[in-house]
């Protein structure tokens, strides 16, 4: 039986405001630029995911979305907070890692 992978830490997380995009360096040496557009649309929040499968909500014009503001949760997760009033999604360490696989 193989052990759990152990989940990667991050070592920076930095918000640019001019290009938009939140940066986020692990420690296994992986760095990703994420920008605040991609993380408004699929953002993890009910509001946008529903509450169940088949019930996404597809968002639109987030295109000049800034982040106003990035709070820790634990040592697990961050909660952005969008210049559009957006500010429920919190999304865990792992979630900003695949989210940044997908760019």
Do not use: C, W
């Not at 990667?8 to 918000?15: A, E, N, W, Y």
């Not at 909660?79 to 999304?91: E, K, M, N, Q, V």
């Amino acid at each position: 039986m193989n052990a759990p992978a152990t989940p990667h830490r991050p070592v920076s997380i930095t918000v640019h405001q001019r290009t938009r995009v939140l940066e986020v360096g692990f420690d296994d040496g992986a760095s990703f630029k994420i920008p605040f557009e991609l993380m408004r649309i699929y953002s993890p929040s009910a509001e946008v995911q529903g509450h169940g499968p088949g019930q996404e909500i597809l968002q639109t014009g987030k295109r000049d979305v800034e982040v106003t503001a990035l709070e820790p949760i634990g040592n697990y997760a961050v909660l952005p907070r969008f210049s559009d009033g957006h500010d429920t999604g919190i999304y865990t360490i792992e979630s900003l890692r695949e989210l940044g696989h997908t760019i």
